[in-house]
């Protein structure tokens, strides 16, 4: 069964730090490009940051030297650290991979496989 799994969100005063994690199985992982986007209440959903099979990074400015998005595919695993988080960094949270597109775009349609996301909430 092919699935992701979201863990790590929660709540943290602004300045604080969280780590996400995405597990990830019944599919070759470490193949394919992963990436983190985010979706507020009444917002689109954001594409943040993603990771191409060989670990090139890309970020959204919104989250660029703040957030850190890594991969361990000898244990299926996708992170997201964050740092100085701000209250307008609250929002669902969601792993998702590109299996077909190359990572080429932050297009959530690009993104054919989605986790069920976790939440993360910042107070000021």
């Known amino acids: 069964q092919v699935q992701l799994v979201e863990s790590g969100g929660g709540s943290v005063q602004a300045g604080g730090s969280l780590r996400l994690s995405c597990a990830a199985s019944?599919?070759?992982?470490?193949?394919?490009?992963m990436g983190w986007f985010r979706q507020a209440p009444g917002k689109e959903r954001e594409g943040i940051a993603k990771?191409?099979?060989?670990?090139?990074?890309t970020y959204a400015e919104s989250v660029k030297g703040r957030f850190t998005i890594s991969r361990d595919n000898a244990k299926n695993t996708l992170y997201l650290e964050m740092n100085s988080l701000k209250p307008e960094d609250s929002a669902m949270y969601y792993c998702?991979?590109?299996?077909?597109?190359?990572?080429?775009?932050?297009?959530?349609?690009?993104?054919?496989?989605w986790g069920q996301g976790t939440q993360v909430t910042v107070s000021s």
């Open positions: 998702a991979a590109d299996i077909w597109f190359g990572c080429v775009s932050f297009s959530s349609a690009n993104f054919r496989l």
């Open positions: 019944g599919y070759m992982f470490s193949r394919y490009c």
């Open positions: 990771i191409t099979s060989s670990g090139s990074a």
